[in-house]
């Protein structure tokens, strides 16, 4: 089977802690608030400056924390945006967005 697939998950814990929407666009709106408050046309991807893709990492060491606490599996923000955007795993989340 491929690693792309979706696979049987744990639980709803497991399965809520596998979902990085809620994550990752608080990360980005944040980051980039005052675009929308201008209202800029701006694409979010093209926006996960350093700062904000480091503050996304951040986020999710914490979501990965509490997965592990729980003794759940779930992938990590690196292999989330690899997975959904085709692009190559480096260590650097604003890097993988460019």
């Known amino acids: 089977t491929s690693s ?5 998950r744990q639980g709803l814990l497991a399965i809520s802690l596998s979902n990085l929407n ?10 980039n608030i005052s675009r929308m408050d201008k209202s800029e046309k701006w694409y979010q991807l093209e926006h996960i400056t350093p700062t904000i893709g480091r ?3 951040a986020l999710d060491q914490e979501r990965l ?3 592990d606490a729980l003794d759940l599996e779930t992938k990590t923000i690196f292999d ?5 955007f085709h ?3 480096t260590s650097s989340i604003s890097d993988m967005n460019q």
Not at 80 to 84: A, K, R, T, V
Request: no cysteine.
């Open 22 to 31: 809620p994550q990752n666009h608080l990360g980005i709106a944040l980051g």
């Open 87 to 89: 692009v190559p795993i």
């Open 55 to 57: 503050l996304l990492e």
């Open 65 to 67: 924390a509490i997965a």
């Open 4 to 8: 792309s697939l979706p696979s049987a």
């Open 80 to 84: 989330h945006f690899s997975l959904s």
